[in-house]
């Protein structure tokens, strides 16, 4: 008589593979999370450039019209409004002047808040998230002739 034996794994050995899989598992998921973090901050970063560089362009194209553009500016086929030479702190100025597509259901997850169009007020952009008031930063129109908007730092605690 010849004995059969059956091919397969042991209860033990399919847990210890369960166990490797669940602490590979536990290792990668921090690092996949801290990787959505990662893109709002780059994302922030992006648009904090592109803010700044539209304010440059709109301001030297504000100072090179004849005569001196005072309330309006248009670029790329749009009108932007301008205080003191510069886009003003709200969406028909500094967000239009970037391309930023920002607003409750924009698709590009970027909102703004606060902002107006007089001198000296300020702009919150801020990418959706966790916590969009904690993933931003402020643009602030420029106060008086000759003097340039600011830039709040970069707010990364709620991204």
Do not use: W
Request: glycine share 10%; aromatic share 6%; hydrophobic share 50%.
């Amino acid at each position: 008589m010849s004995k059969r034996f059956q091919g397969g794994f042991t209860l033990i050995e399919l847990i210890i593979v369960i166990i490797i899989l669940a602490i590979l598992a536990a290792t990668a998921l921090p690092r996949f999370a801290n990787l959505q973090v990662q893109a709002r901050v780059a994302k922030l970063n992006g648009a904090m450039g592109a803010m700044k560089g539209a304010s440059a362009l709109a301001h030297a194209a504000c100072l090179a019209t004849v005569p001196q553009c005072t309330a309006t500016l248009e670029m790329e086929g749009v009108n932007v409004t301008m205080i003191h030479a510069y886009p003003t702190a709200n969406a028909g100025g500094i967000v239009t002047a970037a391309g930023i597509n920002a607003g409750p259901t924009s698709e590009d997850g970027y909102n703004t808040e606060l902002g107006g169009p007089a001198a000296g007020a300020v702009l919150r952009l801020m990418v959706m998230g966790n916590d969009p008031v904690n993933c931003s930063f402020t643009y602030t129109a420029p106060v008086a002739a000759n003097r340039s908007p600011t830039f709040g730092p970069l707010v990364t605690s709620g991204c």
